[in-house]
């Protein structure tokens, strides 16, 4: 739900039951997705939980922080998943370089 992306058969997720207004709704989101918003701490600041608009400025905004100009204009069109997933990744590496 944070990225917008399908997730695939078989693919692990995490899933939360909720109620908002009296309504139960399902919360999903892809394993990548969850341990972004952990590393780079978006929930300190969402007072009423992250939602997929907040995550998606996040993520924009990291990458234009952390990117070169050529990769972050790259990224542009990318989906989120694809995102959340490079941005994983070059943390991963130690020491990587976001180029």
Not at 15 to 21: P, S
Not at 61 to 69: G, L
Request: charged share 35%; with cysteine.
């Amino acid at each position: 739900m944070l990225c917008n992306g399908k997730i695939a058969k078989g693919q692990r997720y995490y899933r939360q039951t909720c109620v908002y207004d009296d309504k139960p709704y399902d919360f999903i989101e892809h394993e990548e997705c969850k341990a972004i918003a952990r590393e780079l701490d978006m929930y300190d600041d969402c007072d009423e939980g992250l939602t997929d608009e907040i995550f998606r400025e996040f993520i924009d905004q990291y990458i234009y922080d952390n990117y070169t100009e050529e990769v972050s204009d790259a990224l542009v069109a990318v989906p989120y998943y694809d995102k959340v997933k490079k941005v994983l990744n070059d943390l991963e590496k130690e020491g990587g370089s976001h180029d």
